[in-house]
């Protein structure tokens, strides 16, 4: 699963437009499920992807069953009936299928949304954000949907500007402003940017810190975040831990807490939004 | 079934499940065409002996008339619905990224408006032969039963309607609202039959080769407008133009 996040106007849509075949590129070059991006593969594009859009989409006057059906004939789908019963098993909405769209909550109605997608077994899913609008128990059955995705091994494009979300489904994430600002794992980006801290906490203040800290092989770096509170920049979380551990047992130190001190993606993210941000000033 | 005709079968289906549901659609045609026969065969009962010959030709005339506002009006209603409806409910996105062609889709959607109003045209204009050679009046029935003038309506009804199509879905394809765009495509579908008005009102008289000159000419100027449309339905600008 891959994360497209950006702030709003970054070109997400634009992008997922272009690599869909909606929009034609201006410049450079991309291939889709293996398919070089050109106007004469326009059609085999179409018919290796599905885009979810942000707005579900759907004919409010059809039932449920009929919009699905709708789009598995314009995929040319066999056995048409079978695949959507299928998709409306994975999305959880069996009972619904002849229900109008049009008396479907949104969450619903994104659920559909999500089926239809499904119908074609495409090879890459492009979902806009899937779960913008959604209240957080809609959300999050879309996520569980996602994950399952993910799980039987379809690709799936996610554009967001939700961070939690990509930080929790996706395994790599770009993070565009107009331009590719950078693209990796999530951890990754976390060790690209930022150095690792070790929270190191006491049950009473170290006499001497100034003198501990420096002298443990890997500690770039240290400050005092309040009584019995230190930041220790380090090399390497893995070897650096451990020996911070027997410098305070050999001091006396009771430790209350040794962890790496977890940067998220949204730390990432705004970092690199706001340099882009200052850097175009 | 090729795979691009069973799309255009497809989108056809869906076309007429939804005018199913939609009032709007359902009413005009419905209601309109009952109206545009049911209008004719009052008049055509209220005829007595002493009605003078002219008037009785002037009521023959416009029923004709009438009998062609039929494949103008209801293609119109529908047709300008078929993108900016779509776009309304946000499904042209989702339509546009499936593997149907801009072409399959006009297809489907023109024979979608086009199909039921020359059914109707045909029921009705039958339905008003049948009333007229029932009532018996001889004045009537001659104009109305005149070859040429029945050669005429079943050539210029599909033709009519194909022409209403287009102009309802170029006006549609450039809409943002559905309503102004059915109100522009009745007004944009009326030239047209001013032409064929000309047969209806007898100021050209009609024979039967005149009538297939005429309808030459109204499929030439549908085979046009046919382009004009096709060019219009490109992906690109129907999805960016009027995003929000």
């Known amino acids: 699963m891959f994360g497209f996040l950006g702030p709003n106007g970054a070109g997400k849509t634009t992008t997922v437009r272009t690599l869909g075949t909606l929009i034609a590129p201006s410049s450079g070059e991309a291939e889709v499920a293996g398919i070089p991006l050109?106007?004469?593969?326009?059609?085999a594009i179409r018919r290796s992807i599905t885009i979810m859009p942000e707005a579900p989409g759907l004919y409010l006057r059809l039932t449920v069953f009929e919009n699905l059906e709708f789009f598995a004939?314009?995929?040319?789908?066999?056995?048409?009936?079978?695949?959507?019963?299928?998709?409306?098993e994975a999305v959880n909405l069996q009972a619904r299928s002849g229900d109008l769209a049009g008396t479907l909550s949104k969450g619903l109605r994104q659920r559909v949304a999500l089926a239809r997608s499904l119908l074609s077994e495409p090879r890459v899913m492009f979902l806009d954000e899937p779960t913008s609008g959604l209240d957080p128990v809609a959300a999050r059955e879309v996520h569980e949907l996602l994950d399952s995705l993910r799980q039987r091994g379809v690709t799936v494009f996610l554009t967001t500007h939700r961070l939690d979300e990509a930080e929790r489904l996706c395994d790599r994430v770009a993070i565009l402003n107009r331009k590719l600002l950078t693209i990796g794992s999530p951890d990754q980006l976390r060790r690209q940017l930022f150095s690792t801290v070790i929270?190191?906490?006491?049950?009473?203040?170290?006499?001497?810190p100034q003198l501990l800290f420096p002298a443990i092989d890997g500690v770039l770096d240290w400050s005092c975040d309040g009584p019995g509170c230190y930041l220790l920049t380090v090399s390497d979380s893995a070897t650096v831990t451990p020996r911070i551990a027997r410098a305070l047992v050999s001091v006396g130190a009771d430790i209350t807490r040794l962890a790496e001190r977890e940067k998220t993606l949204e730390d990432v993210y705004l970092q690199l939004v706001d340099n882009d941000g200052e850097g175009a000033k | 079934m090729t795979g691009a005709a069973e799309r255009v079968r497809v989108v056809v289906r869906k076309e007429f499940r939804e005018y199913r549901r939609k009032r709007s659609i359902l009413g005009t045609t419905i209601l309109l065409p009952l109206v545009f026969l049911g209008v004719p065969i009052g008049e055509l009962l209220s005829l007595s002996s002493?009605?003078?010959?002219?008037?009785?030709?002037?009521?023959?005339?416009?029923?004709?008339?009438?009998?062609?506002?039929v494949p103008i009006i209801v293609p119109a209603t529908i047709s300008a619905y078929a993108v900016v409806g779509e776009r309304e409910q946000g499904t042209l996105e989702p339509v546009l990224t499936t593997p149907v062609t801009e072409r399959e889709l006009i297809i489907g959607k023109a024979v979608a408006a086009i199909l039921p109003a020359v059914v109707l045209s045909y029921f009705i204009g039958a339905a008003f032969?049948?009333?007229?050679?029932?009532?018996?009046?001889?004045?009537?029935?001659s104009v109305v039963w005149n070859p040429p003038q029945v050669v005429a309506q079943i050539l210029f009804a599909p033709l009519?309607?194909?022409?209403?199509?287009?102009?309802?879905m170029a006006i549609s394809a450039r809409s943002s609202d559905v309503r102004v765009a059915q109100q522009l495509s009745s007004l944009g579908s009326l030239p047209m039959l001013a032409l064929t008005s000309l047969f209806s009102f007898g100021v050209l008289v009609p024979t039967v080769p005149l009538a297939i000159a005429f309808a030459v000419a109204l499929f030439v100027i549908d085979s046009f407008a046919w382009r004009v449309v096709a060019m219009m339905f490109d992906r690109e600008r129907l999805i960016s133009r009027y995003d929000g």
């Open chain 2, 160 to 168: 009519l309607a194909a022409w209403s199509t287009w102009v309802g």
């Open chain 2, 129 to 141: 032969g049948l009333a007229v050679r029932w009532n018996g009046n001889p004045a009537v029935v």
């Open chain 1, 199 to 208: 929270d190191v906490r006491t049950a009473l203040p170290l006499d001497s």
């Open chain 1, 73 to 88: 004939g314009l995929y040319g789908v066999r056995d048409a009936k079978r695949r959507i019963t299928a998709a409306l």
């Open chain 2, 50 to 69: 002493s009605t003078p010959p002219a008037a009785v030709r002037a009521l023959a005339h416009s029923a004709a008339l009438m009998m062609l506002l």
């Open chain 1, 38 to 43: 050109t106007e004469a593969n326009a059609a």
